[in-house]
């Protein structure tokens, strides 16, 4: 700090000025609500799935198309697809964007764990209603 | 012409002096506390559990595609590798779970006291490992 001039402002703007478009008062409350809510969905469906999968050990692929095709299991998978591939981009998400700095490559980054979640989602939810419509 | 950012480290003192900000100290600066690491971990399960999901994924689509599909992918679980995946999975699902429980309690505006916070931390700890143990007795009951 050998410094004895002080800092400067380099840019000479209102504080308006300044904090506009940088802020995170756009889209962050919904991220927050979003990660909330499909944490707390996850709680129960999680225990859900775990005990299923445990009960499903050696099962034979005809058991799993008839219990994975009924309705309410089915529903349940669907619900526990669509809450944790959400869950799970918003946490990816928050990794890539404190570790990735630079725009490009961030922006990037964010598309393609998008696109992985939308996928691996899609083929699941595919997944289970091919089941549950034809075993 | 400077980096917008660098008008942003430009900060103001009480008696209205110009400063710049300090740059807060990053982790390799801290001693490692359960706070950090816990979260560090919440972080690192989140991933691991992240890449996890693959093998469900498989598993579902193998389901849904052939009885020859569903032996290779129900093989490779039942394999040596596949169990010790799913051992990792299972403790990195239980933390994750229980961490997660506790990130919900303080969301909700409880436990931010020094002591309950590292209370809660051990707790975690503790519950993690019960649960992980619990889960491969009743996995290894129910076969």
């Known amino acids: ?135 | 012409m400077a980096d917008v950012r660098d008008a942003l480290m430009v900060g103001k003192t009480s008696d209205g002096k110009l400063v710049r900000r300090p740059l807060s100290p990053h982790l390799q600066v801290y001693k490692p506390q359960i706070t950090s690491a816990l979260s560090i971990f919440h972080r690192v399960t989140g991933v691991a559990l992240s890449v996890g999901t693959l093998m469900l994924v498989w598993w579902l689509v193998a389901a849904a595609t052939s009885d020859a599909a569903y032996a290779t992918a129900s093989g490779f679980i039942g394999s040596w590798f596949g169990m010790l995946l799913l051992f990792g999975w299972t403790v990195a699902l239980w933390y994750h779970f229980c961490a997660g429980i506790r990130h919900l309690f303080w969301d909700a505006g409880y436990g931010f006291e020094l002591p309950t916070v590292h209370l809660t931390g051990k707790l975690v700890l503790a519950a993690t490992v019960v649960l992980s143990v619990l889960t491969w007795i009743v996995i290894f009951a129910v076969r």
């Not at chain 1, 800092?7 to 940088?22: D, F, H, K, T, V």
């Not at chain 1, 005990?51 to 619900?79: D, E, H, K, N």
């Not at chain 1, 981009?89 to 598309?111: C, F, K, N, S």
């Open chain 1, 1 to 135: 700090m050998a410094d004895t001039k002080g800092p400067e402002i380099a840019i000479r703007r209102s504080m308006l000025g300044r904090a506009r478009g940088l802020g995170a008062a756009k889209s962050g409350t919904a991220h927050w609500w979003a990660m909330k809510a499909t944490s707390l969905a996850l709680i129960p469906l999680t225990l859900w799935m775990l005990g299923s999968m445990i009960g499903l050990q050696g099962a034979t692929r005809a058991q799993v198309a008839a219990w994975a095709g009924g309705p309410i299991t089915a529903t349940l998978l669907l619900a526990t697809i669509a809450a944790l591939f959400h869950h799970m981009y918003l946490g990816v998400q928050t990794v890539i964007e404190d570790y990735i700095h630079d725009e490009r490559p961030r922006i990037a980054w964010l598309m393609v764990a998008k696109g992985v979640a939308w996928l691996l989602g899609l083929a699941s939810a595919i997944s289970v209603l091919k089941l549950a419509f034809t075993g």
